[in-house]
């Protein structure tokens, strides 16, 4: 199996032949290009034309990330999978008002279910959270009457409100209080982690996306417009419970990110290079983690998973199979 590249030292990607290389001050380090699907670039790195070109021909994706660990943006080679009619028929199920809106309606309750199976599964644990639970429970069932994206949007966060109240609760660890959701710049460190993990997903989902007849660049839920890819926005609603909350949980629970792995910078929070690495080791681990699947009969990775999703959303803008969003079964 393909996997991706995490690159945090500054130096110049090049191409020699039919391989890569990553040449530091330090030296060169070759990297099978058979063996890539992506690249995550934390550092300055310097590229060329020439290693663009090969990159394309190889379907390999660049993930771009600043100085504060900020997604930035992506090359995204020219779609290698690209179906007209796929295409066409994300067009159609966007401009048709009723047909988007069951799309988004989907994504949300994907979303809530999953922050309900997270939220039960630390209630079994003895965190006190039936408040939350009931609260989340009763907006649940406004979903299917809201007439509008924008009202999904506003119900949406609203549970999210009630959800982010019982992270203290799970947590529990003064170094890392919740207070509020900020993200640019993230006030706290619980928030720096939300959106770096956020971003991860946001990215992951794009990698999958590629491997797909699918364009990330019409979604349903978020709206398509000057914004570059929203259609892995839309899919991450359903998973950051389960893959991006769930992993911060086991982080800061075992104790394994601390108060030294942030540090403050410009009025913000945000995770150093050592935490952020910390952070992708447990990534990593989490997505090659397996569950078993029911209508498959076999155990699968989340990264799977998410691929799998992908395909139930063609099949159901093909009119072949209505979709239903992943949902937890812990």
């Not at 909350?245 to 540090?263: E, G, T």
Request: include cysteine; hydrophobic fraction near 35%; aromatic fraction near 14%.
């Amino acid at each position: 199996m393909k996997k991706r590249i995490y690159i945090f030292n500054n130096g110049e990607l090049k191409r020699k032949q039919n391989t890569l290389y990553f040449e530091t001050d330090e030296g060169r380090k070759f990297i099978p290009v058979e063996g890539v699907s992506d690249f995550l670039i934390f550092g300055e790195i310097t590229i060329n034309k020439k290693l663009l070109e090969f990159l394309s021909q190889n379907q390999i994706l660049l993930h771009f990330f600043n100085h504060y660990g900020y997604y930035t943006g992506t090359y995204y080679p020219r779609e290698y999978y690209n179906s007209g009619l796929i295409i066409l028929k994300q067009a159609e199920h966007y401009l048709d008002y009723g047909k988007r809106l069951i799309l988004a309606k989907k994504f949300i309750e994907g979303s809530i279910l999953n922050i309900q199976k997270v939220l039960g599964y630390y209630a079994r644990r003895d965190v006190d959270l039936d408040e939350e639970i009931s609260l989340i429970s009763r907006l649940f069932e406004s979903v299917i009457a809201c007439s509008s994206i924008e009202e999904l949007m506003a119900l949406e966060g609203n549970v999210r409100d009630y959800y982010y109240r019982s992270f203290d609760k799970i947590i529990n660890n003064s170094d890392f209080c919740f207070e509020n959701r900020s993200r640019r710049p993230p006030a706290n460190r619980l928030n720096a982690m939300i959106s770096f993990g956020n971003s991860l997903l946001y990215v992951e989902l794009l990698s999958e996306i590629y491997k797909t007849h699918l364009d990330p660049r019409i979604g349903f839920l978020h709206s398509t417009t000057s914004r570059r890819f929203t259609l892995n926005l839309d899919v991450a609603e359903v998973f950051k419970p389960v893959v991006v909350d769930r992993s911060i949980f086991s982080l800061l629970n075992k104790r394994v990110i601390k108060r030294s792995h942030f540090a403050e910078k410009l009025g913000g929070i945000y995770l150093k290079e050592s935490g952020r690495k910390v952070f992708l080791e447990h990534w990593e681990q989490r997505l090659k983690s397996t569950i078993k699947h029911r209508s498959l009969n076999r155990n699968v990775s989340y990264r799977r998973l998410l691929r799998l999703e992908l395909y139930k959303i063609e099949k159901h803008l093909l009119g072949d199979e209505e979709y239903h969003p992943f949902v937890a079964r812990w």
